[in-house]
């Protein structure tokens, strides 16, 4: 049995010990928070009994599970709540799932990011279950007149054995909702689970098959004007003037105006990110109304000046970053890199003596990676819904964070969080962009200003010209090999704009003698954020390439030359803080090993390998390429995953699946360029995103076995994927991929 | 602005828009069929494909007044109970991840395996290179197209 440190939000902690015969008994604060009778955000039909904040029960034994997170299509929707049927021990058959609302009283990490929604929510959710299913076993000893101990239960029934007596959930569910909160409850051995580990079909298929309006862009109410913004043409430019006269004149347009998403002193959070913050509305009747008018304004913009604004970051430290002015452009960029990674770092880690050892070296092998910035490209353009009255605000759309959605609106408003209802619909993507939620607040503001709903919509041009993309990387690394060709030193120095993706204590830190790793970062007034593993997205993908060229250079197999290190990094490791298990890490390769058939004769030799761990989980990925018609074509992907216990594997897989083939593509075509800038890119014509015809032909998906709690998902496969690809390209045509996009750089 | 007289899911629906407006605002604006997704507006990315007499056409840069007679199908008037046998393949492979493209995905396939009812994996390939997914749900798309074609 495992057990896990707990700790829950910040309103709550559950302490957790293990008990004799193998249980794990909890004892638990976390739903005093919540009051039966008090709680507005769940309206009950008469026949429904509300057990607790994420689940009701019908009198028919029909359960209601709350979906608490934002589903952007990593599946959380469907299994969260399966975590929650597993412990109330119903049949998933009964189960309906609602989307929650934001409501931080009674929910804790409403949040979409970092692959930590299963991670963090995993025992809160079994408690939910659990809780339940244990209120509703003293509901029926306390009707039937005999012990709680002596209930058992089995997919939505109460059995006591003894007297023969059963009852459905459903005619216990209203005693249930009345008994208190048991103090502490038992949970399931994972070897009992009959929901999590099996496969569940995404509870929102039939809808998405059917069209029904799930997503934000759908959201339609009585009375409602739909808005739209002209935002400024270049990173670096601000609005300076504008004429609305012909605009206005349009057919169906009733306002334009200019507004700001911020007051002047407001202190921003950490998702706040923004580079254009005076952008003028156009609002009318119909969306292609108000996108028609937006062509015939107006506008004049300036440059702006170098500038700095406020944010309070974690902890209650406020940072001040500074915004260049400038008009930037790719050209630039490459050149400001590379003179930034002409000088000294700053020095993060180093353990033991690398000058040395690299003097020592018999072999020294140097290599330097980039990456252009990326934009997310989600499918569903930015839009969101707002209704601001004198009484409350109301605001419904695709967002990771709801929380800082209410925060911001509340803080530009001057209406407090309790008049804010946050409703999250279904993204159509998100991909990190989604965190970011300028949207939301202009949306708010329009409304105010025109005393209407609003739904405001971007085009997709400027859904992308808006920013906040991944950023650009540079990274060079060098490699000390001695007589043996054992590594005895190891070098890293990454460097960004504005950002570096430096992850100092990962691998193969712990696993070298003598490491050294150091960054550096150059300004720009380009916005940037979280994109599908932040960080991990470049290091991963230059870290296991240079990885397969030294293990080439010590004549190794690329497999191989990692599981010795990884044993180092077991047996014996160097320095402190290093953020991976290497018995893990391990695992995965030996299992991607085994399921590809690594090092056994194939038809294809075109094979390359790599590994990563980031976001709490392992992954290691076999690559097969094909050469058609002198361009690569990935024929197979093995997939090998340590992501802990996976609550539903098919649609695990399918997450996998998608990792994998966003990995591919944005390694063979991503890439935003800048003029003066202005994105270069801003639409599917011109950026090119993995299609079809590109796409690998066969995904196979293994995952290690175990009963770890379950980590991460959504991100971790991604990183590694484009490794394994720029290594099984090198077999295919004898040449090293330093630069992304491979495409363009390459063939 | 002018009146237009529009056979949509088998039904006649009269609209009162500027003749330049794309069917994809007036099936979403007017009509409230939200099934048809907004993507790109330019017909790149397939996320608007509804059918017209038969045909996957891009509703985005497809202009009301062009419609006349024409019959439209959307992804709503696919079936009456969602139960088309490419909308079941769809969830028989459980396709979607977030499934904002798939109704565009879906009305390709339909009308691609209409003409090709038994494709080839390269037939599949071409017919569906100008629907994106952007999470990537490819080769899961091929089995259920697979799926629907043996059904």
Same mark, same amino acid.
């Given at each position: 049995?495992?057990?896990?440190?707990?700790?829950?939000?910040?309103?709550?902690?559950?302490? %957790?010990?293990?008990?004799?015969?193998?249980?794990?008994?909890?004892?638990?604060?976390?739903?005093?928070?919540?009051?039966?009778?008090?709680?507005?955000?769940?309206?009950?039909? #008469?026949?429904?009994?509300?057990?607790?904040?994420?689940?009701?029960?019908?009198?028919?034994?029909?359960?209601?599970?709350?979906?608490?997170?934002?589903?952007?299509?990593?599946?959380?929707?469907?299994?969260?709540?399966?975590?929650?049927?597993?412990? *109330?021990?119903?049949?998933?058959?009964?189960?309906?799932?609602?989307?929650?609302?934001?409501?931080?009283?009674?929910?804790?990490?409403?949040?979409?990011?970092?692959?930590?929604?299963?991670?963090?929510?995993?025992?809160? *959710?079994?408690?939910?279950?659990?809780?339940?299913?244990?209120?509703?076993?003293?509901?029926?000893?306390?009707?039937?007149?005999?012990?709680?101990?002596?209930?058992?239960?089995?997919?939505?029934?109460?059995?006591?054995?003894?007297?023969?007596?059963?009852?459905?959930?459903?005619?216990?569910?209203?005693?249930?909702?009345?008994?208190?909160?048991?103090?502490?409850?038992?949970?399931?051995?994972?070897?009992?689970?009959?929901?999590?580990?099996?496969?569940?079909?995404?509870?929102?298929?039939?809808?998405?098959?059917?069209?029904?309006? =799930?997503?934000?862009?759908?959201?339609?109410?009585?009375?409602?004007?739909?808005?739209?913004?002209?935002? $400024?043409?270049?990173?670096?430019?601000?609005?300076?003037?504008?004429?609305?006269?012909?605009?206005?004149?349009?057919?169906?347009?009733?306002?334009?105006?200019?507004?700001?998403?911020?007051?002047?002193?407001?202190?921003?959070?950490?998702?706040?990110?923004?580079?254009?913050?005076?952008?003028?509305?156009?609002?009318?009747?119909?969306?292609?109304?108000?996108?028609?008018?937006?062509?015939?304004?107006?506008?004049?913009?300036?440059?702006?000046?170098?500038?700095?604004?406020?944010?309070?970051?974690?902890?209650?430290?406020?940072?001040?970053?500074?915004?260049?002015?400038? *008009?930037?452009?790719?050209?630039?960029?490459?050149?400001?890199?590379?003179?930034?990674?002409?000088?000294?770092?700053?020095?993060?880690?180093? #353990?033991?003596?690398?000058?040395?050892?690299?003097?020592?070296?018999?072999?020294?092998?140097?290599?330097?990676?980039?990456?252009?910035?990326?934009?997310?490209?989600?499918?569903?353009?930015?839009? +969101?819904?707002?209704? =601001?009255?004198?009484?409350?605000?109301?605001?419904?759309? $695709?967002?990771?964070?709801?929380?800082?959605?209410?925060?911001?609106?509340?803080?530009?408003?001057?209406?407090?969080?309790?008049?804010?209802?946050?409703?999250?619909?279904?993204?159509?993507?998100?991909?990190?962009?989604?965190?970011?939620?300028?949207?939301?607040?202009?949306?708010?503001?329009?409304?105010?200003?025109?005393?209407?709903?609003?739904?405001?919509?971007?085009?997709?041009?400027?859904?992308?010209? +808006?920013?906040?993309?991944?950023?650009?990387?540079?990274?060079?690394?060098?490699?000390?090999?001695?007589?043996?060709?054992?590594?005895?030193?190891?070098?890293?120095?990454?460097?960004?704009?504005?950002?570096?993706?430096?992850?100092?204590?990962? +691998?193969?830190?712990?696993?070298?003698?003598?490491?050294?790793?150091?960054?550096?970062?150059?300004?720009?007034?380009?916005?940037?954020?979280?994109?599908?593993? $932040?960080?991990?997205?470049?290091?991963?993908?230059?870290?296991?390439?240079? *990885?397969?060229?030294?293990?080439?250079?010590?004549?190794? #197999?690329?497999?191989?030359?990692?599981?010795?290190?990884?044993?180092?990094?077991?047996?014996?490791?160097?320095?402190?803080?290093?953020?991976?298990?290497?018995?893990?890490?391990?695992?995965?390769?030996?299992?991607?090993?085994?399921?590809?058939?690594?090092?056994?004769?194939?038809?294809?030799?075109?094979?390359?390998?790599?590994?990563?761990?980031?976001?709490?989980?392992?992954?290691?990925?076999?690559?097969?390429?094909?050469?058609?018609?002198?361009?690569?074509?990935?024929?197979?992907?093995?997939?090998?995953?340590?992501?802990?216990?996976?609550?539903?594997?098919?649609?695990?897989?399918?997450?996998?699946?998608?990792?994998?083939?966003?990995?591919?593509?944005?390694?063979?075509?991503?890439?935003?360029? +800048?003029?003066?800038? %202005?994105?270069?890119?801003?639409?599917?014509?011109?950026?090119?995103?993995?299609?079809?015809?590109?796409?690998?032909?066969?995904?196979?998906?293994?995952?290690?076995?175990?009963?770890?709690?379950?980590?991460?998902?959504?991100?971790? $496969?991604?990183?590694?994927?484009?490794?394994?690809?720029?290594?099984?390209?090198?077999?295919?045509?004898?040449?090293?991929?330093?630069?992304?996009?491979?495409?363009?750089?390459?063939? | 602005?002018?009146?237009?007289?529009?056979?949509?899911?088998?039904?006649?629906?009269?609209?009162?828009?500027?003749?330049?407006?794309?069917?994809?605002?007036?099936?979403?604006?007017?009509?409230?069929?939200?099934?048809?997704?907004?993507?790109?507006?330019?017909?790149?990315? @397939?996320?608007?494909?509804?059918?017209?007499?038969?045909?996957?056409?891009?509703?985005?840069?497809?202009?009301?007044?062009?419609? @006349?007679?024409?019959?439209?199908?959307?992804?709503?008037?696919?079936?009456?109970?969602?139960?088309?046998?490419?909308?079941?393949?769809?969830?028989?492979?459980?396709?979607?991840?977030?499934?904002?493209?798939?109704?565009?995905?879906?009305?390709?396939?339909?009308?691609?395996?209409?003409?090709?009812?038994?494709?080839?994996?390269?037939?599949?390939?071409?017919?569906?290179?100008?629907?994106?997914?952007?999470? @990537?749900?490819?080769?899961?798309?091929?089995?259920?197209?697979?799926?629907?074609?043996?059904?």
């Amino acid at each position: 049995m495992t057990t896990a440190k707990i700790i829950i939000g910040r309103r709550s902690f559950i302490k %957790s010990m293990a008990v004799a015969g193998g249980g794990l008994m909890l004892g638990f604060s976390w739903l005093d928070s919540y009051k039966p009778g008090t709680d507005q955000e769940l309206i009950m039909p #008469d026949e429904w009994f509300k057990i607790n904040a994420y689940l009701k029960i019908g009198n028919n034994g029909v359960v209601t599970i709350m979906s608490t997170n934002p589903e952007f299509g990593q599946g959380v929707k469907t299994s969260m709540p399966m975590v929650v049927a597993e412990e *109330l021990d119903v049949d998933w058959k009964h189960v309906i799932v609602e989307q929650a609302a934001f409501n931080p009283e009674i929910y804790t990490r409403q949040f979409t990011g970092g692959s930590q929604a299963l991670r963090q929510g995993w025992q809160g *959710l079994r408690m939910a279950g659990a809780t339940a299913r244990q209120m509703l076993r003293e509901a029926a000893a306390k009707a039937w007149n005999v012990p709680v101990t002596e209930i058992t239960t089995a997919a939505g029934v109460l059995f006591h054995k003894n007297s023969g007596k059963k009852a459905g959930y459903g005619e216990m569910a209203s005693a249930a909702s009345k008994i208190p909160v048991p103090k502490e409850v038992e949970l399931k051995e994972p070897k009992d689970f009959k929901i999590v580990g099996t496969t569940r079909k995404n509870v929102d298929g039939d809808k998405l098959v059917t069209g029904k309006p =799930v997503f934000g862009l759908d959201v339609d109410h009585e009375g409602m004007l739909i808005t739209t913004v002209a935002i $400024p043409p270049a990173f670096g430019m601000k609005l300076k003037s504008f004429d609305a006269t012909e605009a206005k004149a349009m057919p169906g347009i009733t306002d334009i105006f200019s507004f700001r998403t911020y007051k002047d002193d407001y202190e921003r959070n950490f998702f706040d990110t923004d580079a254009f913050t005076e952008l003028i509305a156009i609002v009318g009747k119909t969306t292609w109304e108000v996108m028609n008018a937006k062509q015939k304004l107006k506008v004049e913009w300036e440059p702006f000046s170098n500038t700095s604004y406020q944010v309070g970051g974690f902890g209650g430290r406020t940072q001040t970053i500074k915004v260049p002015d400038g *008009l930037e452009s790719t050209s630039d960029h490459v050149a400001r890199m590379k003179e930034a990674a002409s000088k000294p770092g700053r020095i993060v880690r180093q #353990d033991g003596n690398p000058e040395e050892a690299f003097k020592n070296a018999a072999k020294i092998i140097e290599r330097t990676y980039t990456a252009p910035f990326l934009g997310h490209f989600m499918m569903e353009p930015i839009n +969101f819904f707002a209704h =601001v009255t004198d009484d409350n605000v109301v605001v419904e759309g $695709p967002t990771q964070a709801p929380e800082f959605v209410e925060r911001t609106i509340s803080a530009r408003l001057g209406i407090p969080v309790e008049k804010i209802d946050v409703k999250m619909t279904r993204m159509g993507g998100g991909f990190g962009r989604r965190a970011y939620n300028h949207y939301a607040t202009e949306a708010a503001v329009i409304s105010q200003k025109v005393k209407a709903p609003v739904k405001l919509v971007y085009n997709r041009e400027d859904t992308t010209r +808006f920013g906040v993309f991944r950023p650009t990387y540079y990274v060079t690394y060098r490699a000390g090999l001695d007589k043996n060709n054992n590594l005895t030193a190891f070098h890293v120095k990454a460097g960004g704009i504005p950002e570096n993706s430096l992850h100092a204590n990962r +691998f193969p830190a712990g696993a070298v003698d003598n490491y050294l790793a150091e960054g550096w970062t150059v300004d720009s007034n380009i916005t940037v954020g979280a994109f599908r593993a $932040p960080g991990s997205n470049f290091m991963g993908p230059a870290e296991q390439s240079f *990885l397969d060229e030294v293990a080439e250079t010590a004549g190794k #197999d690329p497999i191989e030359f990692r599981l010795d290190l990884f044993k180092r990094a077991q047996e014996n490791p160097v320095g402190k803080n290093n953020d991976y298990d290497a018995a893990r890490y391990a695992g995965v390769l030996e299992l991607v090993r085994e399921k590809s058939g690594w090092g056994k004769e194939t038809s294809n030799k075109n094979r390359g390998v790599a590994a990563y761990f980031c976001h709490n989980s392992y992954a290691a990925h076999v690559v097969d390429v094909v050469m058609e018609n002198d361009q690569p074509r990935v024929e197979r992907v093995c997939s090998a995953i340590d992501c802990g216990i996976v609550v539903n594997p098919g649609e695990a897989a399918n997450m996998v699946e998608g990792a994998v083939t966003d990995g591919i593509g944005n390694a063979m075509f991503g890439e935003m360029t +800048f003029d003066q800038g %202005s994105c270069e890119e801003d639409n599917f014509d011109t950026y090119r995103i993995i299609r079809q015809k590109d796409a690998p032909k066969n995904i196979d998906v293994y995952f290690v076995q175990n009963e770890i709690a379950p980590t991460g998902l959504g991100e971790p $496969p991604f990183p590694p994927v484009f490794a394994a690809l720029a290594n099984a390209l090198y077999k295919a045509t004898g040449k090293r991929y330093y630069h992304q996009p491979f495409i363009k750089n390459s063939f | 602005m002018a009146i237009f007289n529009l056979k949509i899911n088998g039904k006649v629906h009269q609209v009162d828009v500027d003749p330049s407006t794309p069917m994809l605002w007036v099936l979403r604006d007017h009509l409230k069929l939200m099934g048809t997704k907004f993507g790109c507006g330019i017909g790149q990315c @397939g996320a608007c494909t509804i059918h017209l007499n038969g045909e996957a056409v891009r509703s985005c840069i497809t202009f009301v007044d062009s419609i @006349g007679d024409q019959e439209i199908i959307t992804i709503e008037g696919l079936s009456e109970n969602g139960d088309h046998p490419v909308q079941k393949a769809w969830l028989e492979h459980d396709v979607a991840q977030c499934g904002y493209c798939q109704p565009g995905q879906i009305m390709t396939a339909v009308a691609f395996l209409k003409s090709y009812p038994n494709p080839s994996d390269e037939e599949i390939e071409n017919a569906m290179d100008g629907n994106i997914c952007r999470c @990537g749900t490819y080769t899961r798309i091929k089995k259920a197209i697979k799926s629907a074609a043996v059904s």
